[in-house]
């Protein structure tokens, strides 16, 4: 599992929850490059991606994953201000803050299974 926040509290948080929902390894990072190494690396299963990362935004890292086929989700606390790439319309977004339950429906979402 591959989480994607660059707040360190937010992905503390984020991190314990895909723990309780089964996840047995969480890399967590906060920046495009991290992300794309660890891809590189070690393929995830799932991914979740905070949009904003600071000065830098995370669709290079979703454009990787869609190419390689990799399930993933974004999280963002801009509701309906939020604008997608072309190339990125229609992933599922999951608005911050989010719980629990929130992440275990997105991943069913994407990952196809039951919530």
Known sequence: MLLVEDSLIIALDAED???QLGAGKVL???TVAQALQEIDREGPELALLDINLGSES???IAT??????VPFFFTTGYGERLKLPP???GTHVLQKPYTL???AKAAAVVLNTPA
Request: proline residues 5%.
């Open 17 to 19: 929850n895909l723990r």
């Open 28 to 30: 967590a990072v906060a």
């Open 58 to 60: 995370s669709f290079p």
């Open 64 to 69: 990787r994953l869609k190419t390689l086929g």
């Open 87 to 89: 190339n990125l319309v």
């Open 101 to 103: 339950d929130g992440i």
